[in-house]
T-cell receptor, first 113, second 114 residues
């Protein structure tokens, strides 16, 4: 119930293409869904986050789509660039809970020129 | 610059040794967390602390110990009871609620058993 399932494990995209990473959860008490970006040898950094009162949130080339009934959310990276090559983690937590983030297993994205 | 400092960046441990990983933050955050990162397994929570002098076990606390004597410091000790300690360890902090502010992570400590 506490798991967040993330797919795919790795993704190769051509420069300018769209990268899509999917996550699914079971715990209906989750109500905060952030995405983190991690470069090799560094800690993850918050990229974008969504709450279930909206179905989509966009920040620049990054968009989160959220489907509450399916308990799924996804990250779309438009016009993918080589600088986007990193590992991406989805996560979830309860808004009024312990602030613990439950992370997905990560997706390694490689964008080729 | 405000942030989280983890030290050392690389650490080598002999079998049977305890080692302590340092985590210091100057963000004035109440909550601090320790995660372990292994390839293909994402980030798994070891311990977390929401306030000074209080901490709770995460999902994989066995073989680890922590203390939170100061708001800015949350050291993690990897004890000899941890059978597979080789991993990348990440410390994070957040203001509360974390859903308003997100986590700030340090740059990690890579621990290797030799």
């Amino acid at each position: 119930q506490q798991q967040v399932k993330q797919s795919p494990q790795s993704l190769i995209v051509q420069k300018g293409g769209i990268s899509i990473i999917n996550c699914a959860y079971e715990n209906t008490a989750f109500d905060y869904f952030p995405w983190y970006q991690q470069f090799p040898g560094k800690g993850p950094a918050l990229l974008i986050a969504i709450r279930p009162d909206v179905s989509e949130k966009k920040e620049g080339r990054f968009t989160i789509s959220f489907n509450k009934s399916a308990k799924q959310f996804s990250l779309h990276i438009m016009d993918s660039q080589p600088g986007d090559s990193a590992t991406y983690f989805c996560a979830a937590s309860e808004l009024y809970g312990t602030d613990k983030l439950i992370f997905g297993t990560g997706t390694r994205l490689q964008v080729f020129p | 610059d405000g942030g989280i400092t983890q030290s050392p960046k690389y650490l080598f441990r002999k079998e049977g040794q305890n080692v302590t990983l340092s985590c210091e933050q100057n963000l004035n955050h109440d909550a601090m967390y320790w995660y372990r990162q292994d390839p293909g397994q994402g980030l798994r929570l070891i311990y977390y602390s929401q306030i000074v002098n209080d901490f709770q076990k995460g999902d994989i606390a066995e073989g680890y110990s922590v203390s939170r004597e100061k708001k800015e410091s949350f050291p993690l000790t990897v004890t000899s009871a941890q059978k597979n300690p080789t991993a990348f360890y990440l410390c994070a902090s957040s203001d509360r609620p974390a859903s308003n502010y997100g986590y700030t992570f340090g740059s990690g400590t890579r621990l290797t058993v030799v």
